[in-house]
Structure formats: C-alpha cells, structure tokens
C-alpha cells in the first residue's frame, strides 16, 4: 500500500491524500480560518445558562461558543486558580510542579457553580462553527504532539486503542510514566509503537515548550483572544497521518516545500528524501488525477466499478446512502452472490466517501438486500475493516433486516463540499453534469457492453462530448481501445441534448 500527500498552494492550501493513487482524504486550509479545531483561546464567560448545564463562551467569533458542564474536565477549578495568578503576575513558574490543585469538581453538578459572567477561562475548539452554529469548546485542554498528547491539571496515563499489542501498552505505559511532569497527564499515540523513550521525550520536552510560551501569553492578555494555535495544515496532517507507507510527498509551492521538508526531517529523517517540489507546467492536481477524482466523486451519484453506483443525500437531521446495483451482467450464480459483491464494492466506496467529504452526523447507508445471516455479518465485519483508518471516531451498527447500516461518525469541521455541476454550454439547461462526470458513466456502460461480446459498438452523442472523447492523439478514445482491445466508433449527433448517448450495434439497432 503506497501513500502520497498532494499539496496544492494558491489563495487557499489544497491537501489530497493517495492511497495506491486513489483520492482517499481532501483537506482545505483557507487563509483567514482562525478557529480551528485544537486551537486555544482566552476568552471571557457571557453567560451561564442553568437549563442546558451550559455556558456560552465570547471567543471572538460572531456567534458565541458553546461550552457544557462535562466539557469543563475534572480539574477546571485548578485551571480557573491558574489563570488567575498567571494573568495578575503572581505566578510566574508554569511547570505546574510546585502548582496545589484544588478538588475536582462534581461530576453531576451544576454550571452556575463552577463558571461566573465575565470570568476568564482557557478553552479549546473541539468543533469548528458549523453552518449557523458557533464553535463547540472544551476547557479539558490538550496539546497534540507526534507521539504523545500533553494533558495539563492530569495525572492519567494512557495508550492508543489501536495499539494491539498488550506488551508494547505496558511498554509505553512505563517509558511514559518514568518521563511525566508532575501535573501533567500524557495520551500515547499510535505512532509510538516501537519507539525508544528519547524520542518519547523530545516530543514531551516540545510540548512543554508550547505550554510555556501559551502561559507566557496570559499576562495581561486581551479577551478573547488566540494564546496557542495549531500547527499550519500542512504539519498537523503529517503529524497525524505520516506512517512509513507513505513513498511521496509533493508540494508545488518552494516555501511550503522548505518547510515540510523540515519537519519530515525532525520526524522521520529517513523519509526526508520522499518530499519533491514539483516544477513543471502542468498543475499539480492535473498531473496525479486528482481534478478528475474530484469531479467524479463529489456528486449526488457516485459511480462504481462493475456498474454499481451510490446515490447520496444530505437532510438535515442525516445522510442517507442508497447503494444500487446498476443495470448491468453478471456471471454470479444468484441474486444473493450479486447482492454480497455489490454490497462489499459499495461499503469501500462509503467508507472513502466518508472521509473524503468529511461527512458527520448520523449516516443510514440502505445496502442491497441480503437473506444470508453470514453474509450481512461478512459485510459489517468488511466495513469496519475499511473504516479502521479513518481518523474521526465513528460507531458503525450490524445491517437490520432491511440491509440498512447505522454509522455515527464524528463532525469537528464543516463538511467538505464541492460543486461538480456546470453551466450548460447550450444555456438550455442551467447547469449540467461536468464532461469528466459523464465521460465516467460512459465508460461504465461500454464495460458491460463489451462483457455481452458486441462485434461493433457504435457511440453516438452530443458534438461537444464526442470531441472531448476524440482529441489528441492519446485521447479517450485511444485509452479505451489499450484497455478493450476493441475500436468505438464515436459519432457526433447535433440533435442530442448535452447529457444523452446512446450505443447501436452493427446493425444500427440500439444496445440497451
């Protein structure tokens, strides 16, 4: 399995994630984004409000944040003390060493308790504004590092889940605990596995650094304001993501590239020689596919191989995935056969759907039905593998009697959205299917046609299509015939609307 990271710069910072050159993860890093989840803010309580246990916090943002009593974390009277010798200059050690914590609050208890108007509190974004809501916050604070996540005003010691190994937890859990600040709890990430305790430490002896210029910023600060921000996209995806699969990272911008081969180098200096700054002409998204991939994948109808496509719907309250098996041939001995390999082809396409456009919420994916016990429990167990990867914390149900799948998946940002429709060239229309977009349904169906063993198969279709499958000397066209052996003949029909096509045989009869 071969990972690249594709990082595309101009008025906003492009990141596509490859995985065996499929578009697995598409991130945007837009100039003027200041609240992003892990940054954290000195703000000021607005107000308690007793009937939700919550407060609503003035961040800066023009729609106040919101902050519930089990978001405030364990020791947030010890955080309140802290701040307020911080910002008077009374103390001056952040160390938190000779720090006395007061006791932890009630874990059933009230808001208006704890949190007073107009008193300063650290909180950090978990989820960014989304649509007409402001920022959802927390004052657990925690700061994220390659191998560790520094967790102030704790004791706790923790490991990965995804870690499977119960000997290499002991391990870590050890190294960790003989390296712990007092007064700092540590959550080791999966990327420790087999990591000596140096490196432990001189990621936790950069933490600490952070924290203390944070609390540096604390005196006499304005409210609100932004004391820590997260690391610029570009780093806070390699820190996450970054594992020895990856084989290229290519940036088309000489400063980026500079500074992502900087910290390739500090995290895995014998990947260093991966980073490649891309020099030529052709834009960078053009030379990997990734336009195309794009084009093709962030449509209502999301078009599989073998005929299947997926059909996606955004409600408020959900999303809904309809999987359908497509008009389409198959060799298979029963529906039931049918139904599990067109199920299995769609649960990788939700599962990439899912992280490619960010998608939250609650998701009900409507699977083809399947009478076989052992085949919905072969599906679920499928999905979860395919979903194992995927960063954001999700919850995935086994398939009902109705084929329906439940999944819950985490949303901390707004959902990934881009517009694959454009203007209808003959202004009839409004807007129309992108050419990329119909070209793809147009190779589905030639598939199932050769499979029938058509002697000849004619295209016939709008001039603007047929021209976009005719041009050059490797054109569309030409690729087909590589990979079908078989020679189309395209013809361009004036009469034809933008988005029709048919295929005739020999004959000149249709082929349905």
Avoid at 185 to 210: F, P
Avoid at 330 to 354: C, H, Y
């Amino acid at each position: 399995m071969n990972k690249e990271l594709i990082i595309r710069s101009g008025s906003s910072t492009d990141f596509a994630l490859l995985r065996d050159g499929k578009l697995i993860e598409l991130h945007k890093e837009e100039d003027d984004s200041n609240f992003s989840v892990g940054d954290i803010f000195i703000a000021k309580i607005r107000k308690s409000v007793p009937g939700l246990n919550a407060a609503f916090v003035n961040v800066g943002y023009e729609k106040d944040a919101f902050l519930h009593y089990h978001d405030l974390g364990p020791q947030v009277s010890s955080l309140l003390k802290f701040i307020k010798r911080v910002s008077t200059g009374k103390l001056k050690d952040y160390s938190l060493k000779d720090f006395t914590f007061e006791k932890d609050i009630d874990k059933h208890g009230s808001i208006v308790d704890v949190l007073k108007s107009n008193q300063s509190l650290l909180v950090q974004i978990v989820k960014e504004p989304i649509s007409t809501k402001g920022p959802r916050i927390s004052s657990e604070l925690s700061i994220a590092g390659r191998y560790i996540v520094l967790v102030p005003f704790s004791s706790r010691v923790s490991v990965s889940q995804k870690i499977d190994s119960s000997e290499e937890k002991e391990r870590l859990k050890r190294l960790v605990k003989s390296i712990r600040p007092k007064g700092f709890g540590i959550i080791v990430r999966t990327v420790a596995e087999g990591k000596k305790v140096a490196e432990l430490d001189k990621d936790l002896q950069n933490l600490l650094g952070r924290w203390d210029a944070m609390c540096k910023k604390l005196y006499k600060a304005n409210h609100p304001s932004k004391v820590l921000g997260e690391m610029n996209r570009a780093s806070s995806i390699l820190r996450d993501v970054f594992n020895d699969t990856f084989t290229s990272i290519c940036v088309d911008d000489e400063t980026l590239f500079t500074q992502v081969k900087d910290y390739v180098h500090k995290i895995a200096p014998n990947k260093e020689s991966i980073v490649k700054l891309h020099t030529t002409n052709n834009p960078i998204f053009e030379k990997y596919g990734i336009e195309r991939q794009i084009k093709t994948s962030f449509g209502r109808t999301v078009s599989m191989s073998k005929g299947a496509y997926l059909v996606i719907e955004h409600t408020e309250a959900m999303h809904v995935i309809d999987v359908n098996s497509g008009n389409r041939s198959n060799k298979a001995k029963n529906q039931e056969d049918t139904a599990l390999e067109v199920n299995l082809i769609s649960a990788a396409e939700v599962a990439r759907q899912l992280r490619l456009r960010d998608m939250g919420g609650i998701i009900v994916v409507d699977f083809i039905d399947m009478n076989s016990v052992e085949n919905r429990k072969t599906l679920f167990n499928f999905l979860k593998e395919e979903m194992k990867d995927d960063r954001a914390k999700h919850k995935i149900l086994p398939p009902s009697k109705f084929g329906l799948i439940q999944i819950t998946r985490q949303r901390v940002r707004p959902e990934m959205n881009i517009k694959t429709r454009e203007e209808d060239p003959s202004g009839a229309n409004g807007e129309v299917e992108a050419p990329i977009v119909l070209i793809d349904k147009i190779q589905v169906d030639l598939e199932r046609l050769i499979k029938k063993e058509h002697k000849k198969i004619v295209l016939s279709t709008h001039p603007f299509i047929a021209a976009f499958l005719t041009k050059g000397f490797l054109s569309i066209r030409s690729k087909w015939f590589l990979d079908f052996k078989k020679w189309i003949k395209i013809v361009p029909r004036d009469a034809y609307t933008y988005l029709e096509y048919h295929f005739h045989d020999n004959d000149g009869e249709m082929i349905k």
